[in-house]
C-alpha cells in the first residue's frame, strides 16, 4: 500500500495567518492525489484534485502543489470557517489511502 | 442535483449481520464508481473500497478484504456494504461516496451522510 504522511498533525493558527500542511507519500504517485476538508459531524468535503485543481466552489485562498512523492495544501488567508481537519488521498494504485490528517486549530 | 443517502444508524451485537445501504440520485448511477470510507472514533478516514455498478467491478482494501462485502443493485441506484459477523472493531461512522473524474483523475466528490454502526454486547 502506499502510505501518506502529513505534517503537522496539529496546527494553532489564527484568522488572517498563511498556513501549508505538507503531505508525502512513500512512493510517486505523479498528481494523482486530492484534499479534503472534514468538520465535527459532517461528511469530508473535496477541496482540490490532480493535486492542483480547485473543485467548483472552492475558495481561492485554497491552494495545491506538488507532484511525485510530495504536496502541499496552503490557505493563504484563514478565515473562520477553515478550522477542520484536512486529509489528503492518493488515487494513483488500489488502495486509494488517506493520509492520517491535520487538524487545524484556532489559536 | 447529485444526492448519496445513506441508511439510518444502527445498533447491533457481536457475531450478528448488517447490510447499509447508499441511494444515488441526480446522476447516472450506473457510470459511476462508489466507494466506501470507515471513520473510526475520533480517528481519521480509512478507505474500504470501491464498486462499479456498471458491471459490479470491485476493488477492495487488502486489510478489509473478506470481512466486509460491497455490492449494488442498478435498477434501484443503491450500493451496499455488508458484514455476515459483526465484531466490537467494526464500530465506526460508514460513509459512501462516488468517485468523479476530470482529466484524467480520480477523486470523491459527494458523500453521504454517513452511517454510524455501534457493535456492543
Known amino acids: 500500500d502506499i502510505q501518506l504522511t502529513q505534517s503537522p498533525s496539529f496546527l494553532s493558527a489564527s484568522v488572517g495567518d498563511r498556513v501549508t500542511i505538507t503531505c508525502r507519500a512513500s512512493?510517486?504517485?505523479?498528481?494523482?492525489l486530492a484534499w479534503y476538508q472534514q468538520k465535527p459531524g459532517k461528511a469530508p468535503k473535496l477541496l482540490i484534485y490532480?493535486?492542483?485543481t480547485l473543485q467548483s466552489g472552492v475558495p481561492s485562498r485554497l491552494s495545491g502543489s506538488g507532484s511525485g512523492t510530495e504536496f502541499t495544501l496552503t490557505i493563504s488567508s484563514l478565515q473562520p470557517e477553515d478550522f477542520a481537519t484536512y486529509y489528503c488521498?492518493?488515487?494513483?494504485?488500489?488502495?486509494?489511502?488517506f493520509g492520517q490528517g491535520t487538524k487545524l486549530e484556532i489559536k | 442535483e447529485v444526492q448519496l443517502v445513506q441508511s439510518g444508524a444502527e445498533v447491533k451485537k457481536p457475531g450478528e449481520s448488517l447490510k447499509i445501504s447508499c441511494q444515488g440520485s441526480?446522476?447516472?448511477?450506473?457510470?459511476?464508481?462508489i466507494g466506501w470510507v470507515r471513520q473510526m472514533p475520533g480517528k481519521g478516514l480509512e478507505w474500504l473500497g470501491i464498486?462499479?455498478?456498471?458491471?459490479?467491478?470491485?476493488r477492495y482494501s487488502p486489510s478489509l478484504q473478506g470481512q466486509v462485502t460491497i455490492s449494488a443493485d442498478k435498477p434501484i441506484s443503491t450500493a451496499y456494504l455488508q458484514w455476515s459477523s459483526l465484531k466490537a472493531s467494526d464500530t465506526a461512522m460508514y460513509y459512501c461516496?462516488?468517485?468523479?473524474?476530470?482529466?484524467?483523475?480520480?477523486?470523491?466528490?459527494?458523500w453521504g451522510q454517513g452511517t454510524l454502526v455501534t457493535v456492543s454486547s
Open positions: 461516496a462516488r468517485v468523479g473524474s476530470k482529466f484524467g483523475y480520480f477523486y470523491f466528490d459527494y
Open positions: 441526480g446522476y447516472s448511477f450506473s457510470d459511476y464508481w
Open positions: 464498486l462499479y455498478p456498471g458491471d459490479s467491478n470491485t
Open positions: 512512493q510517486g504517485i505523479s498528481s494523482y
Open positions: 490532480g493535486a492542483t
Open positions: 488521498q492518493q488515487l494513483d494504485r488500489y488502495p486509494y489511502t
